[in-house]
């Protein structure tokens, strides 16, 4: 139970950070400010974000 909580969590806290396709910095932000153009990187004022994706543990 309590993990499946922070799995929760743990998603909302990586639908809420975007990385810049320009300089790969990471931005904070509501997905809704992204879709309508509100959000640009502080870096080098781009538009072009994507959502981070959660790196795959590999065994
Ligand atoms: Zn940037």
Known sequence: ???KKF???ENR???RVFICMKCNS???AD???IKIGKIKCRK???KRLRKKHKERISK
Do not use: A, D, P, T
């Open 1 to 3: 139970m309590v993990k």
């Open 7 to 9: 799995k929760e969590m």
């Open 13 to 15: 806290l990586f639908n």
């Open 26 to 28: 990471k931005i904070k």
């Open 31 to 33: 997905e809704k400010k």
């Open 44 to 46: 080098c004022g781009s």
